[in-house]
């Protein structure tokens, strides 16, 4: 079964400046997804960005970027020029590329507080 | 497009006492989940649908849970009796057969006294 780590429960950043968050995931699968999710307060789960495994390129929207580490099964999250509004909590998520499953398997969770 | 829609936002029910769940996917979209949130905890699956048939439901309590998705559309979650450890914010997606993306709704955030 596939495991999700987050070791980062909270996290702390000054508006404007560059955060990471981290994540860790154990598979024995070669082709799948990864995700970045956001949760604010309203608890819904906001999809930031994704990552298919087969691809060496990491993936970037706007000020978020990811340090995809396939050998190393990590998985990080850069957000740049951090506003306010980020303030939330993330979820680092695995999801099989077979099949007709596609359930994700989440990580505990980063709680991100943004200090202006 | 309209989003999940989810109802009701939140419960509270005493322990042993039955609780439904209401859950409208995005129109046309044929994949369902139910996830449930304990506090501090990511999402777990408990079941997924593909129209009307259930694709995985191998972590569904089924001597309490019980769900159905009458016509591939809407979806009703059900525990009967609720305990204490059911207490959580529980969240129904969707997202179409064959992509990877899904739309979460707003959860339902249940407290079992």
């Known amino acids: 079964a596939q495991t999700v780590t987050q070791s980062q429960p909270e996290m702390s950043v000054q508006e404007a400046e560059t955060v990471t968050l981290s994540c860790t995931y154990d598979?024995?699968?070669?082709?799948?997804?990864l995700f970045w999710y956001k949760q604010p307060p309203s608890r819904q789960m906001i999809l930031v960005i994704r990552q298919e495994a087969y691809k060496q390129q990491n993936a970037t929207e706007n000020r978020f970027s990811v340090n995809f580490q396939k050998a190393a099964k990590s998985f990080s999250l850069k957000i740049s020029d951090s506003q306010l509004g980020d303030a939330a909590m993330y979820f680092c998520?695995?999801?099989?590329?077979?099949?007709?499953?596609?359930?994700?398997?989440f990580g505990k969770g980063t709680l991100l507080t943004v200090n202006p | 497009e309209a989003g999940v829609a989810q109802s009701p936002r939140y419960k509270i029910i005493e322990k042993r006492q039955s609780v439904a769940f209401w859950c409208n996917p995005i129109?046309?979209?044929?994949?369902l989940y139910w996830y449930q949130q304990i506090l501090g905890q990511g999402p777990k699956l408990l079941i997924q649908f593909q129209n009307n048939g259930v694709v995985d439901d191998s972590q569904l309590p089924k001597d309490r849970f019980s769900a159905e998705r009458l016509k591939g559309v809407d979806s009703t979650l059900k525990i009967q009796p609720a305990k204490l450890e059911d207490s959580a914010v529980y969240l129904c997606?969707?997202?179409?057969?064959?992509?990877?993306?899904?739309?979460f709704g707003s959860g339902t955030r249940l407290t079992v006294v």
């Open positions: 598979t024995s699968e070669s082709d799948y997804y």
């Open positions: 997606a969707s997202s179409p057969a064959v992509d990877y993306g899904y739309t």
């Open positions: 129109s046309g979209h044929a994949t």
């Open positions: 998520a695995y999801r099989s590329s077979g099949g007709s499953n596609y359930k994700l398997t």
